[in-house]
């Protein structure tokens, strides 16, 4: 296996060989960087989480080196500062006790440039894991980086045979909340249950917490205000919701293009608005 290269760091918290672990995954979450996957797959690790026939792998595409810093870690070389980040993402696969965790360590850069590694990687993994239920960055997000690996996970996935391809693969949320999607495109996805587990997992990641990004409060409160204000009729479905886009349509249909695809949701979404401001006004 090419990922499994002497420089990418593999982690199995249970001790098991990282090819058996990994045949066993059911859901699987490729994102950039460390902290990202527990941030936007929440909902799948809670549902593996103790459960010997679901298994949750987490990838993490980046070396995380050029995060916001606090003072104590400014001094660090960006070795150090990746090696701390690698060393956060272990405790959060063995907390939330992962199938397995793989960091393959590109840089940002790299990752930008759109080159064919990554490709040759993500394709690898996906092929070899199967899983049923695949996480990804929306393709919406404004962060760019995880825009970049979105599009590399995009071409792996419509090099798979139809056969291969994961029954459910979600773009969630990070960079920008997905509220604004047309009601019958929006999946709500349950991140109420376990609270205590989903707060260990963001409180892992001390270097960015500390350094004055509070992911572990503003995931919290998004998902608890996704549930709250999901439906001004009913009552809160759950403690916290995901919000996320079905991505299947652009890896089943490879001439549609993800510009196209994005225009569709948000003239759906300006179709939406005009028509719930019409009926009180025509």
């Known amino acids: ?77 960006s070795e150090e500062y990746s090696a701390l980040r690698r ?13 397995a965790a793989i960091q393959l360590g590109f840089s940002t850069n790299s990752v930008k440039k759109q080159t064919g590694t990554l490709y040759d990687d993500l394709l690898e993994i996906i092929h070899f894991t199967q899983p049923h239920t695949l996480y990804l960055h929306s393709p919406a997000d404004r962060h760019q980086t995880h825009v970049a690996v979105f599009l590399h996970c995009l071409k792996a996935l419509r090099e798979l045979s139809v056969n ?38 963001l409180n892992v990641f001390s270097s960015q917490i500390a350094g004055g990004k509070r992911y572990d409060l503003g995931t919290i409160g998004r998902r608890q205000a996704n549930a709250t204000f999901s439906d ?17 349509p652009l890896v089943k249909q490879p001439d549609l293009s993800v510009e196209t695809f994005l225009q569709e949701l948000t003239d759906e979404f300006s179709a939406e608005l005009r028509t719930r401001v019409h009926q009180f006004t025509s």
Not at 18 to 27: E, F, G, V
Not at 87 to 99: F, L, N, P, S, V
Not at 232 to 248: E, V
């Open 164 to 201: 291969l391809i994961p029954q459910q693969i979600y773009g969630c949320e990070v960079w920008g909340s997905l509220d604004w999607l047309p009601r019958h495109r929006r999946i709500g996805l349950n991140s109420g249950d376990r609270p205590a587990l989903a707060a260990q997992l």
């Open 87 to 99: 060393t956060e993402q272990r405790k959060a696969a063995d907390i939330g006790r992962y199938g």
């Open 1 to 77: 296996m090419n990922f499994l290269r002497a420089n990418v760091d593999w982690f199995v918290p249970d001790g098991k060989p990282i090819l058996d672990a990994l045949s066993r995954c059911t859901h699987l979450c490729i994102a950039a960087h460390q902290d990202d996957v527990e941030i936007l797959a929440y909902p799948g690790i809670s549902s593996c989480y103790n459960r010997p026939d679901e298994w949750f792998t987490g990838i993490v595409v980046t070396d995380g080196a050029g995060s916001i810093r606090e003072k104590q870690h400014q001094n660090l070389s």
């Open 232 to 248: 001004p009729y009913a009552p809160d479905p759950s403690s916290g919701i995901t919000w996320a886009m079905d991505l299947l």
